[in-house]
C-alpha cells in the first residue's frame, strides 16, 4: 500500500470538464452523473490494478468523450513515466490518435515515434505514422513506414492504407499491386 501510494495517480476523479453546451440539461445532467460513476468505478480499478495498461486507456477513453486532450496527454505521460507499458501498441495509438483529432499532428507523431522506440517489432505503429504521414502529404514518409510495417508482418490492413493512399495518388497499378499483396497476405480482410 504505501508503493501505490507514492505512485502519482493516473485518475483522480475531482478532475472536471465541460459538458456540451448543445444538448437539453436533462441530458447533460444523466450525462454528468454517469461520468461520475464511470470516473469512480476506474478510481477502484487503478487501485486495484495500477500498472494496468487496460485501466489507463479506459481512464483516457473516458476523457476522450469529453474533449480533454491536456487531461489525456497527462494520464498517458504519467502510464509511459511509470513504465506502464502494453505488449502492443495500442497504448501509444490511442494517444496518438487523440493528439490528432485534436489537431495536434506533430505531438501524435511524436508518440508514436516514443512507441517505435519502446515496441520496435509492432507494425500497428509505423501503419498508423505512414498514415499521419499520408494525411500531411509527406507521401515518401509514408511510403516507408508502411514498408517498414510491412517488414515487420505483412497485414492486410497496411496494404489497404498504402494502397488507397496510391490510388488518390492516381498510382492505380501500384495500388492494384498493394491490394493484390494485401489479399494475399489477409484474404478475408476487405479494402
Not at 11 to 31: C, H, N, R, V
Not at 36 to 53: F, G, I, N, Y
Not at 154 to 177: F, S, V
Amino acid at each position: 500500500a504505501a508503493s501505490a501510494a507514492a505512485k502519482p495517480k493516473l485518475y483522480d476523479e475531482t478532475q472536471g470538464g465541460s459538458l456540451s453546451d448543445e444538448k437539453p440539461e436533462e441530458f447533460k445532467k444523466e450525462e454528468a452523473l454517469c461520468h461520475k460513476r464511470a470516473a469512480l468505478l476506474l478510481a477502484k480499478a487503478q487501485e486495484m490494478e495500477p500498472d494496468s495498461v487496460k485501466v489507463v486507456m479506459a481512464i483516457a477513453s473516458l476523457e476522450a468523450r469529453r474533449g480533454k486532450i491536456d487531461r489525456i496527454r497527462e494520464i498517458f505521460e504519467a502510464a509511459e513515466k511509470r513504465g506502464i507499458r502494453h505488449k502492443n501498441g495500442a497504448m501509444y495509438n490511442m494517444w496518438a490518435n487523440q493528439e490528432a483529432k485534436a489537431g495536434n499532428v506533430e505531438e501524435a507523431i511524436e508518440v508514436l515515434e516514443r512507441g517505435r522506440t519502446q515496441l520496435p517489432f509492432d507494425h500497428t505503429l509505423p501503419q498508423a505514422q505512414g498514415a499521419l504521414e499520408s494525411k500531411r502529404k509527406n507521401f515518401e514518409a509514408a511510403r516507408e513506414l508502411y514498408h517498414v510495417s510491412l517488414c515487420l508482418r505483412p497485414h492486410g490492413p497496411t496494404y489497404c492504407a498504402w494502397a488507397i493512399m496510391e490510388q488518390k495518388l492516381n498510382h492505380i497499378d501500384r495500388a492494384r499491386e498493394l491490394f493484390q499483396a494485401g489479399l494475399q497476405a489477409a484474404p478475408f480482410h476487405g479494402p
